[in-house]
């Protein structure tokens, strides 16, 4: 597709000013089907904007950071149609003008990668009610709505309309109070068939793939244990490390000579699983990889993050037909034990940049040595180990694998192999290479 047709197809044609909707006599709005779509004011979608870059599915990528930004201040500064595929890689991505637009598709990557962030932030439970930022397809331009069934206060509030609300004709007391008691009689009601309705629903409607995923660890009565990969940096310039003592000195004194670290994407990944496990009321602890002992991990179900800066991670694997090699360089990678000639994802670490593909495991187990529900995240680099958090916690992801795998998956062991595009050193979306079940 040429730049022309391009732009073209990304005009975004500026939303009609909705007609004025009557209040109910309970000042709730009209159900959407009989209501026009409320646009939330300017300050409503900054402050949705600040919550969604603080979310931690975007606090993993500042691309998508920047990009939502910008879009989202465009559009509200009046530049919808300005927002095409080569001005964004202009001003976003600091793209030559003249850039290819079909040979880079950096733009086209990082918009698709909002919407997936997107579409997972307001599935999740506590945020469906807010002011909603989204990206349709076929547009770089967001749009702003409210949720369908917000109270006219709120939408009151959202929308900046501070005029008093209409209201109603007083009734007569006796009117009233008829009103009253029909009005309580029908809330009792309603109450008790819903009461039954979501007895039932929940007796007999299928788990989200969410849920499925993280069901044995979850039922355990024992809190889990993430068991988080660090990494290790010793001050002191020697023959191994001749640059590290360029540090050694903070602002605040010396510091220790060993100094523990977490990378910034394990610790993201950290955060995701925690809130996937406050969101179900699970107790969790966190310990480094260092500080956790093989009697903790008997003691009840434990998460795995990282790979080749989590010793555990690298043991637990050994056993299993898809695990984590090294050499004795710079060179790591996975290999099949089926194919060992096989080096998938292979990196030299000593470059500092991943490379365009990385690989990643993900492994939800019985541990054999410690009887315990076991699940393990790792990237050849931690870019994958991000990458493998982004996909057990998508209900998207999840649930088109599992509408592959064996019908009985929940009561077995599973391995997973992702493929990741890497681009300016962020992974993209995660696709499944390869599984086995058994």
């Not at 009601?189 to 299928?206: C, E, K, N, T």
Request: aromatic share 8%; charged share 15%.
């Amino acid at each position: 597709m040429n730049d022309s047709a391009q732009d073209s197809a990304n005009k975004v044609q500026p939303p009609k000013t909705p007609l004025a909707s009557p209040e109910t006599d309970s000042g709730i709005l009209p159900p959407a089907a009989h209501a026009p779509i409320r646009r939330p004011g300017p300050e409503a979608v900054r402050e949705q904007l600040a919550k969604l870059l603080a979310s931690p599915r975007f606090a993993s990528s500042q691309r998508c950071q920047h990009l939502l930004t910008y879009v989202v201040e465009e559009t509200l500064g009046g530049n919808a149609d300005s927002l095409k595929e080569r001005n964004i890689g202009i001003a976003v991505f600091k793209r030559d003008p003249a850039y290819d637009t079909n040979a880079d598709p950096t733009v086209r990557v990082a918009v698709s990668e909002i919407r997936k962030k997107l579409a997972q932030y307001y599935y999740e439970p506590g945020n469906q009610d807010q002011v909603r930022i989204e990206m349709p397809m076929g547009s770089y331009a967001p749009t702003f709505s409210l949720a369908d069934y917000a109270s006219e206060q709120s939408v009151r509030a959202a929308t900046g309309d501070l005029s008093p609300a209409a209201q109603p004709t007083p009734l007569p007391a006796g009117a009233l109070r008829s009103r009253l008691i029909w009005l309580a009689a029908g809330m009792a009601l309603a109450a008790a068939l819903i009461a039954v309705s979501v007895a039932g629903w929940s007796m007999f409607a299928p788990q989200s793939p969410v849920d499925a995923f993280w069901a044995q660890i979850v039922k355990s009565p024992n809190p889990v244990l993430l068991c988080v990969g660090q990494y290790g940096y010793l001050y002191g310039a020697s023959a191994e490390h001749p640059a590290a003592s360029v540090s050694a000195h903070g602002p605040v004194g010396n510091l220790s000579s060993e100094l523990t670290t977490v990378i910034l994407d394990d610790a993201i990944t950290q955060a995701m699983i925690a809130a996937q496990l406050s969101a179900r009321n699970k107790t969790y602890s966190i310990l480094s990889e260092s500080k956790t002992t093989y009697e903790d991990l008997q003691k009840g179900p434990s998460v795995i993050l990282g790979a080749f800066n989590n010793p555990w991670a690298i043991r637990f694997t050994q056993s299993m037909r898809y695990r984590f090699q090294h050499d004795a360089g710079q060179f790591q990678w996975i290999t099949d034990s089926n194919s060992p000639n096989v080096a998938m994802g292979k990196q030299n670490l000593d470059q500092g940049v991943y490379g365009p593909e990385e690989y990643a495991i993900v492994a939800r187990i019985i541990q054999p040595e410690t009887k315990q529900p076991t699940i393990i995240l790792g990237g050849v680099t931690p870019a994958g180990t991000l990458a493998a958090g982004n996909f057990v916690t998508s209900p998207q992801l999840l649930g088109d694998f599992l509408k592959t795998a064996p019908k009985d998956w929940q009561t077995k062991n599973l391995e997973i192999v992702l493929s990741i595009n890497v681009i300016d050193n962020q992974p993209g979306p995660p696709h499944v290479a390869a599984s086995v079940v058994w």
